[in-house]
C-alpha cells in the first residue's frame, strides 16, 4: 500500500487507511463549487494505451469526469436533480422530463447481467387463495371469491450482489407474480413499508451511496460505510427507512417470517367505477421475527445461504410458508391524505391502529424452483405489470418504478422479449402486435400487426370495459404549474421516525441503538458521525444519547422539535404468541445413552407431529441404535452450530468425540467446562444458544449437560424434566415468543 505522502499530523486518523475520499469530510454540505477532487496517493488507473496495445501517453485524468457543475450526459448544467418535472407539486410526472429519463435509463443499464439491486434472492412456486372479501372494492377476477391463482415470490437483498450473504443488514424485496386470468399482476414490495427517498428521480443516488465503494468495491452488501451515511444524514427524508433498517427488521430470522409492503398507495376500482386507495400489506402466518446480531454475523460466515437454504427445506419438508394478504383503506380524495397523512409519500405509513389491515386472501407457497436460473434469475417484475381494477396512484416513486423496471429488464434479459421466458410469460392469451426483437420464440401468423386492419380480419379487436378491458381511472389532474419540486407535506422527515422508535419495546430499542453505533462506528469520517447524530437527536434524545456514548461523542440539540405522535403497537415485533411449523429443534443424543436414546425417538416423534423440525446432533454421522429403532443423525458435532436452531433439546451428555481437538475442529478448543466428560463442541452449542436468548431442555443425563456448560438452571427459557413429552410442550411455549428476551433486561 503506497503511504499518505502528505499526512496531517494533528488529525487522530493520521496514517490509518480507510478514509473514502482524498480529503476530509466536511459536517456541512460543501456549498462552494469546486472541480472532481484528485484520486488518493494509494489509487493508479490502468495504463493509457490504444485498444490495440500501443502506449499513448495521454493524461489520464483527460477520461476522468471534469468541471464544478453537474450537468446531464450532453454537458448541460442542471439546476435541480432532487425532484422529477410534475404538473404541479402533487401532479402527475410528466414524460417530457428527459433528464428523469436519462438519469434513471442509464442507472437501469449499469449492472450486466444481474440485477442492479436486488441482485441476490430466492424464489418459489405457490397458489394465492381470495377470501372474497376484497370484491366489493375492486373488479380484479383474482380477488373475488374463492379464485386461486398460480403464484411465483422472489424475495431478495437489496445492496448484495449475487454472491453476497443472505444475513446481512439490508431491506429486502418481497416480489409477488399473480399470473391471473386477466393477465400477470405484480406485487412488487418490500419488507419494509417505506422507502428512503420521495422521487424516483434520487434512486440512483441513494443505490450508489448504498452500495460498496467504487475504488475498492467495499464493504459488500451492507450499509456500514461512510457513502452511505453521507447520504442518508444529508437527505433526512431517509431516516424512517433507515431507522426501520437499523431496528429488527434488518435481520429477519427468515423469508418466512417477513412481513411484505407494497410500499406505495394503490387505487382499486369496483365494477360501477368506484375507487378506493389502498396499501398493500404481506402478514406472514409464523410472526414477524429476526435474527439477533451476532447470530447474522455468525451466520454469514457459516452460511451464506442460510434464508434460501431455510426457505428451500421448510418447502420439501411440507411446513410450507404461508401470509395473508391485507389491505389498508382509504378514501379516494382529491387531497390523499388520511388523517394528516400523505397518502403519496412513500417515506410514510399509515399505523394499522387509524387504518386496520383486513384480510383479503391467503398465499401458499408450496414447490420450489427445478432451475434457479431459468426462473428465479430470469423472472422479470414490474409495478406496470397491472390487471382490470388495479391501478397505480401519483407517487413520483412509484412514477420513476413504472418506467425504470420495464426498461431495466430489456437490459438484463437480451432485449424486449422477455415476457415469453417461460417464468414470465402469463396465463391469459396474448395477442400484442409486439413483433421481431431479440430472442423472439412466437411464432406469429398474418400480415397485419396493426391497428385498425382489414387484412387479418380486423383481428386483434379493441376490448371495452364490459370485455375486461384494462382502463385507467379517470382521475383529474389538478391545474398547476409544472416545476421540479414536492408539496410540503413530504417535508416532515422525523415524526415518523419519532413515531416507530416509541412504537418499539426496550428490548428492541436496545438492538436499534446497538446497530446504529456499530454501523457508525464502521465510518471514517467524524463529520458524518456527527451528522446522523444531529438526525438522531431530531427522533429521540434516548436514541441519540445511546449512540453518541457507543461512539464516544458528544451528544448535539435537536434542530427541529419533537413530533406529537401516538405509539403504534403493531410495529412492534415482540409480545404476540405465533405457530411453530418448521422451526427447527437441534436434539443432542448420545448411542452410548440408552435411556437417553429413548427419549430421543420419543421426543423426535413428538416434534415431527407438532410440525416442527428436529435435527439430531451425535459425535459421528450415520444412525444411532442404544438397542432400539435406529436414529439418523443429521449433524455432528463438528458441523453443527447454534444459528441453525430455534431452540435444543440436550437427551444425554455425551463424551468428547475423537475429533474434539483443536488441531482438528478449532471449537473444540474454544470452551472449557467444569465436567471434562462432555464434548465442548456441545458445550459451546449450548452457551451460544442461551446468549442468543434461545430455549433449551434437557432429560435425563441432559442436565447434567447443562450444568456442565454453566448454564443458569433457573434462568428464564432452561427448562429440566422428566420426559420428553414434558419439556417439548414447555418448549412450544416458549418459541411462540420467538425468543426468550426476559434474560435481556434492557435499559431504555
Not at 157 to 177: E, I, N, P, W
Not at 663 to 692: I, N
Request: proline share 9%.
Amino acid at each position: 500500500m503506497t503511504a499518505n505522502p502528505n499526512p496531517d499530523p494533528s488529525s487522530p486518523e493520521s496514517g490509518v487507511p480507510g478514509r473514502p475520499g482524498a480529503k476530509p469530510s466536511s459536517l456541512e454540505e460543501p456549498t462552494q463549487p469546486r472541480g472532481p477532487l484528485p484520486p488518493k496517493p494509494d489509487q493508479s488507473g490502468p495504463e493509457t494505451v490504444s485498444p490495440t496495445g500501443q502506449a499513448t501517453g495521454e493524461d489520464p485524468a483527460r477520461s476522468a469526469q471534469s468541471g464544478a457543475y453537474l450537468t446531464n450526459a450532453q454537458g448541460a448544467r442542471l439546476y435541480e436533480t432532487d425532484h422529477s418535472l410534475k404538473a404541479g407539486s402533487r401532479g402527475p410526472v410528466l414524460l417530457q422530463d428527459h433528464h428523469l429519463r436519462e438519469k434513471i435509463t442509464h442507472f437501469d443499464h449499469e449492472r450486466i447481467p444481474e440485477r442492479v439491486v436486488h441482485a441476490r434472492g430466492a424464489a418459489a412456486h405457490g397458489v394465492f387463495r381470495s377470501y372474497g372479501t376484497a370484491s366489493r372494492l375492486t373488479k380484479a377476477a383474482f380477488l373475488a371469491d374463492d379464485v386461486e391463482t398460480p403464484v411465483f415470490v422472489r424475495f431478495s437483498t437489496v445492496l448484495g450482489s449475487r454472491g453476497s450473504a443472505d444475513t446481512v443488514r439490508d431491506t429486502r424485496g418481497f416480489a409477488t407474480k399473480f399470473y391471473t386470468e386477466e393477465g400477470t399482476f405484480d406485487l412488487v414490495g418490500n419488507n419494509i413499508p417505506v422507502f428512503f427517498i420521495q422521487d424516483a428521480i434520487k434512486f440512483p443516488d441513494i443505490i450508489h451511496a448504498g452500495k460498496p465503494h467504487p475504488d475498492r468495491e467495499i464493504p459488500q452488501a451492507q450499509s456500514a460505510h461512510d457513502t452511505f451515511w453521507d447520504f442518508v444524514s444529508l437527505h433526512t427524508e431517509a431516516t424512517h427507512h433507515t431507522l426501520w433498517n437499523m431496528s429488527d427488521r434488518g435481520i429477519p430470522r427468515s423469508f418466512r417470517m417477513m412481513e411484505g409492503f407494497g410500499v406505495h398507495t394503490f387505487r382499486l376500482v369496483d365494477h360501477e367505477g368506484g375507487t378506493t386507495l389502498v396499501k398493500f400489506h404481506w402478514k406472514p402466518k409464523l410472526g414477524v421475527h429476526s435474527l439477533v446480531w451476532e447470530e447474522a454475523q455468525l451466520i454469514g460466515g457459516m452460511d451464506p445461504d442460510f434464508h434460501r437454504r431455510d426457505l428451500f427445506d421448510a418447502i420439501e419438508a411440507g411446513a410450507f410458508p404461508q401470509w395473508e394478504l391485507g389491505v389498508q383503506t382509504f378514501p379516494d380524495t382529491p387531497e390523499q391524505t388520511f388523517e394528516g397523512i400523505d397518502l403519496l409519500d412513500p417515506t410514510k405509513i399509515v399505523p394499522e391502529e387509524l387504518a386496520p389491515v383486513q384480510p383479503v386472501g391467503l398465499l401458499t407457497l408450496n414447490a420450489n424452483t427445478k432451475n434457479f436460473f431459468a426462473e428465479t434469475e430470469q423472472v422479470a417484475f414490474h409495478p406496470g405489470h397491472l390487471v382490470p381494477g388495479v391501478d397505480v396512484t401519483d407517487d413520483p416513486l412509484l412514477a420513476g418504478r413504472l418506467f425504470s423496471y420495464l426498461d431495466t429488464q430489456i437490459s438484463r434479459l437480451g432485449g424486449p422479449n422477455f415476457a415469453q421466458i417461460p417464468i414470465n410469460r402469463p396465463h391469459a392469451p396474448v395477442n400484442d402486435m409486439l413483433r421481431d426483437g431479440m430472442h423472439q420464440t412466437a411464432v406469429h401468423t398474418g400480415v397485419a400487426p396493426y391497428h385498425p386492419n382489414s387484412l387479418d380480419g380486423g383481428c386483434p379487436f379493441l376490448a371495452g370495459a364490459d370485455t375486461g378491458a384494462y382502463i385507467e381511472a379517470p382521475v383529474p389532474v389538478p391545474e398547476s404549474t409544472k416545476g421540479r419540486e414536492a408539496p410540503q407535506s413530504f417535508s416532515d422527515h422525523f415524526g415518523q421516525a419519532r413515531l416507530f422508535w416509541l412504537s418499539m419495546t426496550p428490548t428492541e430499542r436496545e438492538h436499534i441503538i446497538a446497530a446504529y453505533t456499530f454501523e457508525l462506528s464502521k465510518c471514517f469520517e467524524q463529520a458524518v458521525k456527527e451528522r446522523v447524530l444531529t438526525v438522531l437527536a431530531n427522533i429521540d434524545p434516548v436514541l441519540c444519547e445511546g449512540v453518541a456514548t457507543g461512539l464516544g461523542l458528544s451528544v448535539p440539540p435537536a434542530t427541529v422539535p419533537f413530533a406529537e405522535v401516538r405509539p403504534s403497537p403493531a410495529l412492534s415485533q415482540l409480545g404476540e404468541t405465533w405457530p411453530v411449523d418448521g422451526r427447527v429443534i437441534g436434539i443432542v443424543a448420545d448411542e452410548a445413552d440408552a435411556g437417553g436414546m429413548e427419549a430421543v425417538r420419543a421426543f423426535r416423534e413428538a416434534a415431527l407431529s407438532a410440525g416442527m423440525v428436529p435435527l439430531v446432533i451425535a459425535a459421528t454421522g450415520g444412525t444411532l441404535d442404544a438397542d432400539g429403532e435406529a436414529v439418523a443423525v443429521q449433524r455432528t458435532f463438528a458441523a453443527a452450530r447454534s444459528t441453525e436452531f430455534d431452540a435444543l433439546y440436550v437427551a444425554a451428555c455425551p463424551a468428547p468425540g475423537l475429533d474434539a481437538q483443536g488441531v482438528r475442529d478449532a471449537k473444540a478448543g474454544l470452551l472449557a467446562t467444569d465436567a471434562p466428560l462432555l464434548d465442548p463442541r456441545v458445550a459451546l452449542l449450548l452457551t451460544e444458544a442461551y446468549r442468543h436468548g434461545k430455549a433449551v431442555c434437557a432429560t435425563g443425563e441432559g442436565a447434567t449437560a447443562l450444568e456442565a456448560a454453566r448454564l443458569p438452571m433457573d434462568a428464564p427459557g432452561v427448562v429440566v424434566g422428566d420426559a420428553a413429552g414434558q419439556v417439548l410442550s414447555e418448549l412450544t411455549g416458549l418459541l411462540g415468543g420467538h425468543r426468550v428476551w426476559q434474560r435481556f433486561p434492557a435499559s431504555v
